[in-house]
């Protein structure tokens, strides 16, 4: 076990959706999807510092969020009681991730606070898919939709970089990816998530749960091209079924998907809820010249462009 007042920090990386199928709404009030997530090189960095009791979260990123609603404050606050450990732990969240952004910034932190709390409390894991009340796995899928997903990019070494996942976006199953340039458009502001699946809802009360995840083959058809195609041919694939009904509702979006075609992208696409876009390019140096040439156009609804690949460092 660690003495007090060591640290531990891990790296908790943000996540691109290059498919989102939404089936519609559950009885439960979740939203049944079929989606592929890909880790990008783009992350918050965790620390985890042991105290002898109490847990506090320092995000200086989000100085009007209480800890207690913070996801990284629920993770430790989940392992330490469902371990029965007697101490407390600090934690310090440096943001890397754009918040309401569509990167599952506040789940991959939640992820990378467990392996972190884990560590600095010297505890030993479950084997991967432990169903102990107690386990990562276990703890990750109360906390949200998205932190399963990062339990394999966020460690060390990492357990996978991209997969399939479904049910409410919980069950993973791990996929082979291969590595693609990306220009992702920070936006200047960020969206809802439940805000979003809301306007989906009023765009869809008629839909319900008419389509089944099995009768849905486009995030296979992206799953296959992200792990054996080319850039062209993920470009041509790749979409998100949460976009139409936020374009409609916030042009901005609409308008950075349509600056990074003109600036040479090969597609543009909403990751996740929103409001970050994405443009795929063939290269390094194809996403460098796109990136340029945004940040050239001083958008006003533009805040940033960076140059990231799928996969983790």
């Given at each position: ?13 943000g ?51 209480p ?13 330490i ?17 754009p ?26 894991e ?34 996978w ?8 976006g ?41 389509v ?13 091209e ?88």
């Amino acid at each position: 076990m660690s003495r007090p007042g060591s640290i531990v920090a891990y790296r908790a990386y943000g996540k691109v959706n290059l498919a989102l199928s939404i089936m519609g709404q559950r009885p439960d009030g979740y939203h049944e999807v079929s989606t592929v997530m890909a880790a990008v090189d783009l992350f918050d960095l965790i620390t985890v510092q042991r105290r002898p009791a109490g847990i506090t979260v320092h995000c200086p990123a989000l100085p009007h969020l209480p800890q207690e609603q913070n996801l990284a404050y629920r993770a430790a606050h989940e392992y330490i009681s469902k371990n029965a450990f007697e101490g407390g732990v600090r934690v310090g969240i440096n943001k890397g991730i754009p918040a309401g952004g569509g990167m599952g910034g506040g789940s991959s932190d939640a992820a990378a606070t467990l392996f972190a709390v884990q560590d600095v409390l010297g505890l030993t894991e479950e084997p991967p898919g432990g169903t102990k009340a107690g386990s990562l796995c276990h703890i990750a899928r109360e906390l949200g939709a998205d932190v399963p997903f990062f339990l394999g990019p966020n460690r060390v070494p990492p357990k996978w970089t991209a997969a399939l996942c479904t049910g409410i976006g919980d069950i993973v199953t791990p996929i082979g990816a291969n590595s693609f340039w990306l220009v992702l458009l920070f936006l200047a502001e960020g969206v809802s998530t439940p805000w979003a699946f809301s306007a989906w809802d009023m765009d869809n009360q008629s839909k319900g749960l008419s389509v089944s995840p099995a009768g849905d083959d486009r995030p296979l058809i992206v799953a296959k091209e992200l792990s054996m195609g080319t850039a062209t041919s993920l470009a041509e694939v790749v979409y998100n079924d949460l976009e139409e009904p936020l374009m409609t509702r916030r042009s901005d979006i609409a308008k950075a998907k349509e600056a990074l075609v003109e600036a040479g992208a090969l597609n543009a696409v909403m990751t996740g809820s929103g409001s970050t876009v994405y443009g795929m390019c063939h290269s390094r140096e194809h996403a460098l010249l796109v990136r340029e040439r945004m940040l050239s156009r001083k958008t006003a609804f533009l805040v940033d462009a960076r140059v990231v690949r799928t996969g983790v460092m």
